[in-house]
């Protein structure tokens, strides 16, 4: 009776509703777009490769189908202003040390990046797809993920505070 | 000695475990020297960490029902799902870190720097390839005669490594997984001490925490905050108390 599909899928629909978060900034709308990636997912199983990830696969879908969804109608316009996401604060990093006011900031950090970026920071460092499945998920080349890649955690590290100096003035080997 | 040059995209791709094998020996060895290239290498580990804790909490919030039950119409309406094949559900790779671990945020953020500058403190490491079990690994140790002390020299005693390094495990202990764990204290022939912990993954040591814990001057002490960055770790971690000696080589004989 078991499905074993459609028990991978709804295991995943959490990560999925938080890519489709990510990319839409809206619940209502991350819910749709979650609905249209379950449907095409069904729609086109046939077309799934065993051999490759599931999770890949159903965030590729729904990212397209965000494209598609961006392209036809004005969604787009119901996004939150990215000036009203509250700017991550440069906090001193070294003297960090509540786990929320930093998770805080790190949400925030993220939420601020260009969306190229935060959808990069999400596939790979969060659902810790690889530099090849991120960028089959893109449509993009991997060297373009990659540099993608890099400026948003360099941007990110700056936006926390740790950024190179602050890493090297906290070196406990001191006095170098 | 010339430097070999480093971009970011390499030593992200070797914070990510994405860079080939020969670039991240050579990497590795560039890191002993260049402690401006560990601060670089410590901003791409760092983030991948805070990334993924940051938005760890998304994942916790409630599916609506309505998607749960969308699947399941689904499913019960394909025509394929009587010939279901069993491959569909090794179609996941497993999830990489998927438990909780020790977050980074636990720790002071100096420490959470110190892992990847446990890199710069000259332990010869390879780079993580996926696979390990807590969030803030950062390598596995490759010196054979590294490995050969943590697999069987006791606590207390101390060992001369060829290169003219020492090296002495200070504890042996289970962490909150029960995975086994060893607290070392590592003397580099420059004069700097790291202090690590490195834990059992798959028949390899995992670094989980480095310290380099005294200036190479010479003067030697080990500062208080290396030692609350040592007691944050264990802590989060939710490492057991110290085996005894008589455990500690049980412990050990069971590695080989």
Redesign the interface.
Known sequence: MS????D????????L??FA??LCRSADIA?DL??IT??RA?AS??Q?D??????AWLLRILRNAWIDMTRRDKTRGTQINIDDVPEASVVD??R??E?AI??KA??SA?ATLPENQRDV??L???E?L??KEAAEVLGTPIGTV??R??RA??A??EK?G???E???S??????? | MQTPEFTDEELMAYADGELDQARANALDLALVDDAGLADRLAVFVDTRAISREALEPALHQPVPAHLVQRVRDLAAADPTESETDDETVVAFAPRRRAEAQAPIWRLPLAAGLALAAGVTAGLYLAPQSGGGSGSIEIATLVDPALIDALNTLPSGEATMLGTGARIEPVATFLDGAQTLCREFEFDRTDGITVISVACQNAGQWDVQLAIAASSPDGAGYVPASSLEALNAYLTASDAGLPLSLEAEAQALEQLR
């Open positions: 499905d074993p599909f459609a991978d899928i709804i295991a995943f629909l959490p990560n509703r938080r978060l990510s819910d979650v609905q379950v449907e069904f199983r046939a799934f065993p051999d490759t990830r599931l999770d990093g070294s960090v040390a786990t930093m998770l790190a949400q993220i920071i999400l790979i460092c969060v810790e690889s530099y990659m540099s890649l890099a955690r360099i990110l590290a926390l740790i950024n190179r602050a890493a090297r906290s070196d406990s080997r001191g006095g170098i």
